[in-house]
């Protein structure tokens, strides 16, 4: 069973080529990744521009390990892509770039 943190969004990254939905999030708030495909059981999230988490932040996950990320950054849109890889770690697809937007929410329930 994979491990979590409370997350304030979680994602599933998709074999079948599915685009996850875009989203938002506030600085200071928790992104997972979690993988439930068989067919590639380890994935990469890479982002492509600026990045909303620190240098040093593990972005490599499996279906037994999701990737969870601080978001540090500051407010503006950031984009991704998902490295699907087989057994071995050898990136077999790559998926996006995804968009997520950060950003302040003072007027939010």
Same mark, same amino acid.
């Given at each position: 069973m %994979?491990?979590?943190v409370? +997350?304030? =969004?979680q994602?599933t990254v998709?074999a $079948?080529? &599915?685009?996850?939905?875009?989203? #938002?999030v506030?600085?200071?708030s928790?992104?997972e ?7 590639? %059981?380890n994935?990469?999230? +890479?982002? =492509?521009?600026?990045s909303?988490t620190? $240098?040093? &932040?593990?972005?490599?996950?499996? #279906?037994?390990?999701?990737v969870?990320?601080y978001?540090?950054?500051?407010p ?6 998902i490295e699907?890889?087989d ?6 697809k ?7 937007? #950060?950003?302040?929410?003072g007027?939010?329930?």
């Open positions: %994979p491990t979590t409370s +997350a304030d =969004v994602l998709a $079948t080529g &599915a685009s996850p939905a875009s989203f #938002v506030e600085p200071n928790t992104v990744w979690v993988n439930d495909s068989h067919r590639y %059981p994935f990469e999230i +890479a982002f =492509v521009g600026p909303p620190s $240098t040093d &932040a593990n972005l490599s996950g499996s #279906v037994d390990a999701p969870d990320i978001v540090s950054g500051g503006g849109m950031y984009y991704y892509v699907h890889q057994c071995d770690g050898t990136t077999q790559i998926s996006g770039p995804f968009p997520f937007s #950060v950003h302040q929410c007027a939010c329930p």
